[in-house]
């Protein structure tokens, strides 16, 4: 769409689209007059360029802007995005060539080209890596283009993270706090839930994070956030939603959010794994309210869990919970190894194994057998 608008726009004004830049995401703050001068002294490549209008899109809900190069310009010298105090903007090129290249390419080229340098390696290592070597004759056809792409692109997705821009993105769910809800609004601890697990789950630097929270935030709770950056423009995104919390969360004093914490317990039928979800949310609200610092979080989550699950669950014995709190995992880690236990354990055999937890009556060990459902593949 953006690369769409880009090129109609050019045409509209009569310009060539391969000397024109589309930024997007710039907010209303940023007047005509202090946009070009911003785009200029962000990068070098860019130290030439020209505004040449800008425009309103409400689906973004924030201004775009067209600019123009004195040459054609070079895709791999733009940069994709540009942070300006806690905003970021997006940067969308043609390319230079005749036949631009798509930016799946471009970005592809990028990974590969980042990856190859820190490895110290480079294009013409790639035959041999991939068991190509042009020194060695071969009785099959060489690959073809697409194939060579697919098996790079294969390497690359196992060692290379995904880039940012790449990541899929959807958007979150509007919030006011007004005393009339908007339309679609839901109250505000779905909300607050919702959000903060959609943050938690995006590899992306805070400052995108940051403006994606007030991309979604109307009427009283984006003054709140404004607020706050007034005095603090690199405001964290845990310290917004906690300001959010306050204002229009429940009012719960610190003690008892950890009381709450502390005191959920795995109910009688109740899945493991169901029973860590319900945890987090617990964990959650403590952290906003300062009861757990952030960095004891998967400390204090594990210590929890040992407590608050059912004794001698085959699950805690399996995973082995109680040894490992010295380094505990993260909650994503953790509740992945647990459904899938919990998916092997439906799916497995039954052995029986000896609890030592009582005595005969002369006194000496005896041994009563206990059940427990204990995978055995076949």
């Known amino acids: 769409m953006a690369l769409h608008l880009l090129e109609d726009w050019c045409k509209g004004m009569t310009i060539d689209p391969k000397n024109c830049l589309l930024v997007t995401g ?13 785009l ?13 209008g800008r425009m309103f899109v409400r689906e973004e809900g924030a201004f775009a802007v067209l ?10 010298q733009v940069p ?29 080229l990028k990974k590969m080209s980042a990856f190859l340098g820190k490895e110290g390696k480079t294009l013409a290592d790639m035959p041999g890596l991939l068991g190509l070597d042009p020194g060695v004759p071969h ?34 769910r509007v919030f006011s706090g007004g005393p009339t809800p908007i339309p679609g609004e839901e109250a505000f601890e ?18 995108e994070k940051r403006w994606r929270l007030v991309e979604c935030l109307r009427g009283p709770a984006l003054d709140v956030i404004r607020t706050l950056k007034l005095s603090n423009p690199g405001v964290k995104v845990k310290d917004c939603l906690e300001a959010l919390d306050h204002a229009f969360g429940r009012t719960e004093g610190l003690e008892d959010v950890y009381c709450k914490f502390l005191n959920a317990r795995q109910q009688k039928g109740e899945k493991v794994s169901a029973y860590i979800q319900r945890l987090e949310k617990l964990l959650q609200r403590a952290i906003m309210r300062g009861a757990v610092a952030v960095e004891q979080m998967d400390r204090t989550r594990l210590a929890q869990i040992v407590r608050g699950i059912q004794y001698q669950n085959p699950i805690l014995l399996h ?40 005595r005969d009556l002369g006194g000496l060990l005896s041994l009563r057998w206990k059940t427990y459902v204990i995978t055995c593949k076949n």
């Open 67 to 76: 600019c123009e190069l004195p040459l054609a310009v070079d895709p791999l």
């Open 26 to 38: 710039v907010s209303e703050e940023f007047d005509e007059g202090s946009i070009e001068p911003i």
């Open 40 to 52: 200029r002294t962000s990068t070098k490549y860019l130290s030439e360029c020209k505004m040449r």
């Open 139 to 172: 009785l099959e056809p060489a690959p073809s283009p697409d194939e060579w792409v697919k098996a790079l692109g294969k390497a690359l997705e196992k060692v290379v993270p995904p880039h940012p821009e790449s990541s899929p993105y959807r958007k979150l």
């Open 80 to 108: 994709s995005t540009i942070t300006v105090e806690d905003v970021v903007w997006r940067v969308i090129a043609t390319g230079s060539q005749p036949s631009p290249a798509p930016a799946s390419n471009v970005e592809f």
């Open 319 to 358: 995973l082995r919970l109680r040894e490992r709190q010295d380094n505990p995992p993260s909650y994503s880690q953790l509740i992945k190894e647990v459904r899938e236990e919990e998916e092997r354990q439906a799916a497995g055999e039954v052995w029986e194994i000896p609890d030592p937890s009582e």
């Open 190 to 207: 779905p909300w607050l839930e919702h959000t903060t697990e959609m943050l938690q789950e995006w590899a992306v630097p805070d400052a």
